[in-house]
């Protein structure tokens, strides 16, 4: 009995799969920059243009009213990265957002808020809803469901 090689000639033991040195590729990802919002930024350092979202995050008395009041318009308008078509998303400087809520306006505000989200109370559950009534109608067909509120 002869052994035969099943592997032809010219491949390597392995196949496609086996382990084989390579050149380093001449593209460097590091030299490309992205412009999407947040992109080459540390996630925990600090920002410098905040959205509605993060200011709301920051204190819940920045509502849209309190936005326009204090911000006005934004300082930079970028492209929306989930919506491509959907409104331009308003950003504002950090370090003018850190300057109104040092300033005792603010402060007047922020207490004003916290005043009358403790006076309305807190969050009621909803009532329970009856279900519909489920009639028989007739028509010329037979007989069919009618739902009423």
């Known amino acids: 009995m002869t052994t035969t090689s099943r592997q032809p000639k010219g491949l390597r033991a392995g196949g496609q799969f086996a382990a084989v040195e390579r050149a380093e590729p001449s593209v460097s990802l590091a030299s490309i920059t992205d412009t999407r919002l947040g992109a080459g930024t540390q996630p925990m350092g600090k920002r410098e243009m905040l959205g509605p979202g993060t200011l709301a995050d920051r204190s819940p008395a920045w509502t849209p009213a309190a936005i326009k009041r204090f911000l006005g318009e934004p300082d930079k308008l970028i492209r929306n990265p989930v919506y491509r078509n959907g409104p331009k998303m308003r950003m504002f400087s950090t370090d ?5 809520e040092a300033t005792d306006e603010w402060k007047a505000w922020e207490e004003g808020h916290h005043r009358r989200s403790a006076a309305h109370g807190p969050r009621k559950p909803e009532e329970e809803k009856l ?3 489920v009639e028989v109608g007739h028509g010329r067909n037979g007989f069919y469901p ?3 509120r």
Do not use: L, M, Y
């Open 131 to 133: 279900p519909p009534k």
């Open 146 to 148: 009618v739902v009423r």
């Open 96 to 100: 003018r957002v850190d300057e109104v």
